[in-house]
């Protein structure tokens, strides 16, 4: 399938000079959202995830239904503040300026296999910043999964030791 053919190009937002990859049309196709889904439980079938953690927002919207097709469980990394119990955090740098991820403190333990699952990776910042938390928390990365990756912002490099999947590219 050609998934950027399900992908709403949307010039100068959130800012002027941003063009922006909206995976909403993506997801809005039962087929398309369906397939990311089992592309993407098929390259991890067989890697023992104990957790999938997904970056708040839209990255909830794949880990969840990933995690459950690897029978592991499913922890949000979110914004500040959004935790109810006693969290990491770590504050990094976007494109267009600076933000904070949190992660409940228990929500893995050390040594647990933990994918990481986001729809877009561009400077790498987020995914980097989630990839810490986890770090923090023990957690053996065995993966970073995106949908959308800008080669040109060259975000792969900011997230060190972590193997990088992506079902599309941009240049």
Do not use: W
Not at 11 to 21: A, R
Not at 49 to 78: D, H, M, Q, T, Y
Not at 113 to 136: F, I, K, S
Request: proline share 4%.
């Amino acid at each position: 399938m050609d998934y950027k053919t399900l992908i709403r190009e949307v010039p100068d937002f959130p800012k002027p000079g941003i063009l922006f990859y909206d995976i909403t049309t993506l997801l809005k196709d039962a087929e398309g959202y369906g397939r990311i889904i089992h592309d993407l439980t098929e390259r991890y079938r067989h890697e023992r995830i104990s957790k999938v953690a997904g970056i708040e927002a839209r990255g909830f919207i794949l880990g969840c239904p990933l995690a459950f097709n690897l029978g592991a469980g499913f922890v949000p990394i979110r914004k500040p503040d959004k935790l109810p119990a006693e969290a990491f955090e770590v504050r990094y740098d976007l494109e267009y300026g600076s933000n904070s991820l949190a992660m409940h403190r228990d929500a893995v333990s050390k040594g647990e296999r933990v994918l990481v699952a986001d729809d877009l990776l561009a400077t790498g910042g987020t995914a980097a910043a989630a990839v810490q938390l986890l770090r923090q928390a023990g957690a053996d990365i065995v993966g970073c999964a995106f949908v959308i990756e800008l080669l040109f912002l060259e975000g792969r490099r900011k997230i060190e030791g972590c193997e990088i999947h992506s079902l599309m590219t941009y240049s």
